[in-house]
């Protein structure tokens, strides 16, 4: 694997290989070093668990990591994102996790680093987050083994403006998942979804569901739309003990992080029994050296 820029671009059995070498890492620990490999983490965007992630999967690995800060670096100065890379390609460095908000960047720089460079993608705009979806579908896969095929998933939340949920809709056939229900505001639903029904009914939505993935309501947004406020969004969508009383009793809580407690899901759901929030988290560590692995042979 060159680059890792979008779940389209891997198979199944590509994504199950990243799975199986995640737990593997996971269950017996990593124990090969690559110091001579060199990695570069460019953040343009907030973040704590993919960027921490991804920095200790590196050190976990024994490569050598370099924390890029956009704000103190010479892009302040007009040097452009590409030549950054490039300057960054000539010092050594091989490696580049790269977030942005801007859509489409990853692969317009992507298409002009040299063969040996590879990029990942840790967040593109509202587009994908490929890195996240791989995690998730490790934590599903886990959780229901050979029975998730026939498991119904339910994203609640801002699918429209969710890299998250975009990711998600790419993986979740590839790992076999048919039934999936998208439940947002009309605002905030897809025009055409590929794959998935809508709904504005958190009830309907949630009916037999087996997976629960809720967004993190993205308060800016709100802000924004004159015609939506928390107070409404919570009302019809939060996952409360109340609304959860709609879906399996087995069911599963999921949440990329970071969570807006008790606003789209009630701490009592966090922190309760079903939730795999934190498990979500510890994965993702474990997947981002997996895919770290999968670059360095
Ligand atoms: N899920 C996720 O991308 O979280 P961070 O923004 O903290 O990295």
């Given at each position: 694997m060159q680059h890792l820029l979008s779940i389209n671009d891997l198979t199944s059995e590509n994504i199950y290989q990243l799975i199986q070498r995640a737990n593997e890492f996971r269950h017996k620990g990593i124990h090969t070093s690559f110091p001579d490999a060199a990695v570069a983490l460019l953040f343009h965007e907030n973040s704590t668990r993919t960027r921490v992630s991804f920095e200790l999967a590196s050190k976990k690995l024994g490569m050598t990591v370099i924390r890029f800060d956009g704000e103190t670096s010479s892009l302040t100065k007009g040097e452009t994102l590409f030549d950054t890379f490039m300057n960054l390609y000539a010092m050594g460095l091989r490696y580049f996790v790269l977030r942005h908000q801007e859509n489409g960047i990853h692969k317009a720089i992507a298409t002009r680093l040299p063969a040996d460079a590879h990029l990942i993608n840790a967040g593109e705009g509202v587009v994908s987050h490929p890195s996240q979806a791989l995690l998730d579908a490790m934590t599903m896969v886990n959780h229901y083994k050979d029975d998730l095929p026939s498991k119904k998933v339910v994203i609640v939340g801002n699918i429209r403006h969710s890299r998250v949920a975009k990711s998600l809709l790419e993986i979740l056939p590839k790992i076999g998942v048919s039934k999936v229900s998208l439940v947002a505001p009309k605002i905030w639903q897809l025009e055409s979804p590929a794959f998935g029904d809508q709904t504005e009914s958190l009830r309907e939505g949630l009916a037999d569901a087996d997976i629960i993935i809720t967004l993190r309501i993205q308060k800016e947004r709100l802000e924004k739309d004159a015609l939506f406020s928390l107070e409404a969004y919570r009302k019809d969508f939060a996952i409360t003990e109340e609304s959860l009383r709609?879906?399996?009793?087995t069911a599963i809580i999921m949440h990329p992080g970071p969570v807006n407690r008790d606003i789209e899901l009630d701490s009592s759901v966090l922190d309760g029994s079903q939730s795999l929030v934190l498990k979500q988290v510890e994965n993702g560590v474990w997947m981002r050296a997996a895919i770290f692995h999968e670059m360095l042979f």
């Open positions: 709609f879906a399996k009793p």
